[in-house]
């Protein structure tokens, strides 16, 4: 396949240099690619290329002292995916024709449309590993692109030849992708007919396996993520309504689910319970009034205990200090938060 996807990596750091001359080695190292070496300033860089019939892959490693600017020059319209396999940070892909920037973060990925045209890539200082290949939008045909929803809109803009770039939704990058890109790059080879089976079955898998990933995080994780919310907007609606007087089981009742199921999700999406997340609503409610004219025993009311003695108690375990003091602390530092 046509190398279609200029790095330009020596606008950044010059002529290629000596292996020798640089610090870092690639993160997996491809077999049969073509190498070049980069370094200038402190800053490092790896390019490891593959030219295959359907597919051109390529991976990158970058150690750099601080955030890098790197042209990409795109010169025919094809279908690629960007796997962000190591970072301190994101990366992005800035298409300057659009002025549209595409962010991926780290142990990430995403597909994209990319027509002709200059695109920037913005590398976060540190170590930073990318695998990246195109591959010849033909593979899908007859209808086969079908069980592939997430890609239709970058399929459809190919066949349209639209001038204009589009990405995928993102996706989480795992152990089972990790050593699927591991096994296409270590097994690759050149002048054998073997090999192009070999990488389009890599190709192949790896794109199913991108579809699973998206099921798994967007679309089997849905309904426990609505449910999460629903429990989360009850509970900021039942302390604002009645304060402390309710109890979590009127949520997970109301919604029809267990009280561990509700636990589970309110976990997964807000890193906490869902009596630690009322808790924290509650501290907030009896500070905000704190600060107003109302008495304690106003407020002990308006958030739903019987007697003050309660609610110091609870204010006090939070914070450390009582009511009062809090109201004394307040007004010594009025624009301490």
Known sequence: MKKALQIDLKH??????LQKQITIN????MAHGSVS???????EAILQEFDGLLGYVNMVDFKSSQNLNIPIHIETSDLH??????AQASIEIEDLQQHISYRIDPARARYFYLP???????????RCSIFNFYFRCSIFRNGNERPFQFLHPLITAHRQSSISSCCSIDFRIGPRTRARIQHLLTKLTKGDLDNEEHVFHELKELIKLSKEKIFEEYEKLSDAMIKAKQAHDLIVQYV??????FHIKTIYENMGISHDYLNE??????NQSPSQFKYMLMEAKIKKLLLTDSSIANIAYSCGYSEVSALTKFFKKRTDLT??????TKKENPDDS
Request: overall charge negative; some cysteine.
């Open 12 to 17: 950044l750091f010059g002529a290629e240099c």
């Open 26 to 29: 690639p993160s997996i190292k």
């Open 37 to 43: 070496y980069y370094g200038n300033q402190g800053n």
């Open 81 to 86: 995916i960007f796997y962000l396999m190591e």
């Open 116 to 126: 002709p045209g200059s695109y920037q890539l913005q590398i976060p200082r540190g």
């Open 240 to 245: 604002d309504l009645h304060g402390q007087n």
């Open 265 to 270: 999700i309110f976990h997964r999406y807000y």
């Open 323 to 328: 009511p009062t003091e809090y109201q004394a």
